[in-house]
């Protein structure tokens, strides 16, 4: 089910409400009931793959917790085994197949499948906690629904944030009260969300889609715009998403860990990767980087290591060689952060920079937003040809106007509103601006707690304006998935 | 508080936001004015007619390729039979529009089918539901998959309308499309006695044919799938129930004849109804298309429309 559908609009009240009236007792199995159905709307025999891994990895955490010596160790591979090989057998069989028939190895015939929606988030979600059990920092849970519902808890289910159970599972054993100001403030963040996804998020894919949709009649101006729109737009489409999961959460009482924090006003790629996809980028640190050796190792393994992790994470996205040099392009940008660290201390010192933070940290973010938004370019090229991802990429800064040309209204609407009108281009731009100063207005303070606090009539004069620019500004035309779904 | 006294007043907000877009929706200052000038409205006039005009007749039923290329009264004095020409718009879809005919054909009538390669079978329920909002016997002839979907399609089609009074009211422009003025096309007196559209008889052309947009991984089936059915029903009542494939200009032809080969592949595998020639019959020069690749001109229209008389009657019509 889309948290933009009108399904949605239907199954979350009813599903809050019963959730309510029920006792304390009843409320995992109607929580655990109502995300099966939450997620069979997609293709109902998939839940079979859920309840596989659901049933393995009970057991296996038990077993592990159970277990002696270097057996635990067996129980944690058949886990990890049992999560990665439906992953892989679900995800990268027919990437498989297409690159051994490329490299002339073997010829198979396709498989014909849908992707199960959300299945890199759950079985990262499965495989935390037998690795958490395993480590000895969670407790086994004995009591099959609530493990069920940790996977299957239908805010995060689909496109995370992908929880750990020492987050999550106690807070199905504790009791939940109906808060007014928690249901309030959660509402208020769903309402976020949602107006990030359709009004802001929605509204700029007209502009990236209409370059990306026929990359060969752009050059220059035109792909820059479009990648510009593109970066804020999965943006707003992907935090957007986790703030109608959280908020959805936070109704019914519980927290789910903050899955961005303003990306877009990092200094340096790895303050990136710390602001955007939280829960992601610390899986892949916690269970991979750290187990590869961490910091722990020599510098060239560590440049390795944190090369291949990203890389990997790309090819967490999606099996297609795009999302790898994505992945690999960050990683590329870290290592190579690192690595020149010390010259680049070195010429903000000689350039004078350093005794100008404000300017430098400018120049940080501005280099680090345009760093971000050029790997944007493989990732929403994914679809693409690669003669016309090779297009974008090297006719990123070709065909250049004249400052006269570029001066004139006929340039500018044809070039950078994309022919769209002047106004529907600053209603997408002013969106952007708005949606940031909201941002960086909460860094202090909660924008949802300071509302709370204005009288009742300015409340509602707030809620009722915000409605309807949700209607007048919002994409209702092409009701369009969210972006990560496709993971 | 209490759940009860904020569900309370959730449902006051509720009411509040979604009733100003609803009050919008039905004290439109502006639908008196669309009813005589939207395109959609045109229905009104095709159905009088088809109603109207006596057995036996000839109907047409398509999208714009039929609405634009086509000379009924050409038909009519050849075959000496009245014809209606009740083709609109090919976003419809088949479903819908074969519905729109199926309970004015009586024995005798003939029918001529001529979608788009296009053409899907749902069509945009949309569009569907703004043709029922100035002609209410419309709705009967939609069919929604599922009751959300009917709640999603009517939500949006209310967000429209209030969008689109906002941003006229803010514009306070009322534009009334003349069919002798050079750019008008589509609205509602923009066709003729039989239901040809003539408004862009005197616009200029475009100097070049843009591309159309046609993708291989699109199938025709679940669209002959509809005219089976309906070439079923057809029969019982004794109604002659034909197929044309529809005008495609020359440029674009030579770019999607692969295309188009599969499109009559399927044609010819899975229709059961009687095709009149073949895709090629109905590509023609670019010189004879007026905006785009299905749009022929009034010239244009008229040598189709030859083409179509001359299958007919070699089908011993």
Request: positive net charge.
């Amino acid at each position: 089910m889309l948290f933009n559908s009108i399904e949605f609009l239907l199954f979350f009240p009813i599903v809050t409400i019963i959730y309510f009236l029920l006792g304390h007792k009843n409320r995992w199995w109607w929580l655990l009931a109502a995300s099966c159905v939450f997620y069979m709307v997609f293709k109902p025999e998939y839940l079979l793959i859920l309840g596989f891994t659901i049933v393995i990895d009970y057991f296996a955490g038990i077993w592990i917790e159970n277990a002696i010596g270097k057996q635990k160790k067996w129980f944690l591979i058949i886990s990890l085994v049992a999560n990665i090989g439906v992953l892989a057998f679900f995800k990268y069989t027919n990437f498989a197949i297409v690159a051994l028939a490329q490299a002339n190895v073997a010829h198979f015939k396709l498989l014909d499948f849908i992707l199960p929606i959300g299945l890199s988030f759950h079985t990262f979600q499965a495989m935390s906690y037998t690795i958490e059990v395993y480590r000895g920092n969670h407790k086994a849970e004995k009591h099959f629904g609530l493990y069920a519902l940790y996977v299957m808890f239908y805010p995060q289910l689909v496109a995370g944030p992908i929880e750990r159970p020492q987050n999550v599972l106690h807070q199905f054993y504790e009791k939940k009260n109906f808060d007014y100001l928690r249901v309030t403030s959660g509402l208020k963040l769903m309402a976020w969300g949602l107006f990030k996804k359709v009004v802001i998020a929605d509204r700029l894919a007209l502009f990236a889609d209409k370059v990306y949709n026929s990359p060969m009649e752009y050059e220059g101006i035109p792909i820059i715009v479009a990648t510009f729109f593109f970066t804020f737009q999965i943006y707003c489409d992907f935090s957007g998403y986790s703030d109608i999961a959280l908020g959805t959460a936070e109704v019914m009482g519980f927290k789910l860990m903050k899955n961005f924090d303003r990306p877009y006003f990092s200094k340096s790629i790895s303050e990136f990767w710390r602001r955007w996809h939280i829960s992601l980028s610390t899986w892949f640190r916690d269970y991979l980087y750290i187990p590869l050796g961490g910091n722990r190792v020599g510098k060239p393994r560590q440049y390795f290591n944190q090369f291949f992790v990203f890389a990997i994470s790309g090819f967490w996205h999606g099996a297609n060689w795009n999302f790898i040099i994505w992945g690999a392009l960050h990683g590329f940008y870290l290592v190579f952060a690192r690595i020149t660290q010390k010259q680049r201390t070195a010429f903000n010192k000689i350039t004078g920079l350093e005794k100008v933070p404000f300017l430098l940290k400018t120049l940080q973010g501005i280099t680090t937003f345009s760093l971000v938004a050029f790997a944007w370019i493989f990732f929403r090229g994914n679809y693409l040809e690669q003669s016309q991802l090779f297009h974008l990429v090297s006719h990123l800064f070709s065909n250049f106007p004249t400052l006269k040309e570029f001066l004139t209204l006929n340039y500018f609407l044809q070039n950078i509103s994309l022919n769209f009108t002047l106004v529907e281009f600053l209603i997408a731009i002013g969106l952007i601006v708005f949606m940031e100063i909201i941002h960086y207005t909460q860094r202090d303070k909660s924008i949802r707690q300071l509302v709370s606090t204005y009288p009742m009539a300015a409340r509602w004069s707030l809620y009722f304006l915000f409605i309807m620019a949700f209607f007048i500004l919002g994409v209702f035309d092409k009701p369009a998935q969210f972006i990560y779904f496709q993971f | 508080m209490k759940i009860e006294k904020f569900l309370f007043k959730a449902l006051l907000l509720t009411c509040l936001t979604w009733g100003t877009v609803e009050t919008v929706f039905y004290f439109d200052p502006y639908k008196k004015h669309d009813l005589e000038y939207s395109y959609n409205a045109v229905i009104i006039d095709k159905y009088k007619r088809l109603k109207d005009t006596p057995s036996p007749k000839i109907v047409l039923i398509a999208g714009s390729n039929f609405a634009y290329g086509i000379n009924s009264k050409l038909i009519a004095d050849s075959l000496q039979k009245p014809v209606v020409n009740m083709a609109i718009h090919y976003d419809y879809g088949t479903k819908f529009m074969l519905n729109q005919i199926s309970s004015e054909l009586h024995k005798g009538d003939t029918v001529i089918m001529g979608f788009e390669y296009i053409i899907e079978c749902k069509g945009n329920k949309r569009e569907q539901l703004l043709m029922a909002r100035y002609f209410p016997k419309a709705k009967e002839w939609m069919k929604f998959d599922n009751f959300f979907e009917e709640i999603q399609v009517n939500g949006q089609l209310r967000i429209n309308t209030f969008k689109t009074v906002l941003e006229r009211l803010y514009k306070n422009t009322e534009v009334n499309y003349q069919i002798l003025d050079t750019t008008s096309v589509f609205f509602r007196g923009a066709i003729n006695e039989y239901g040809d559209l003539i408004s862009h008889y005197n616009n200029p052309p475009m100097k070049r044919i843009p591309r159309a947009i046609l993708s291989d991984k699109v199938s025709l089936k679940n669209a002959i799938n509809d005219m089976n059915m309906f070439y079923e029903v057809m029969k019982t009542k004794k109604v002659n129930v034909y197929f044309v494939y529809p005008t495609y200009s020359e440029s674009n032809y030579v770019l999607d004849k692969k295309i188009i080969d599969k499109f009559q592949q399927e044609c010819d595998k899975y229709a059961q109804f009687p095709i009149l020639g073949k895709p090629t019959d109905f590509v023609f020069a670019d010189s004879l298309y007026h905006d785009m690749a299905y749009h022929l001109t009034q010239k244009g229209g008229e040598i189709r429309t030859q083409k179509i008389i001359y299958l007919l009657s070699r089908k011993s019509y």
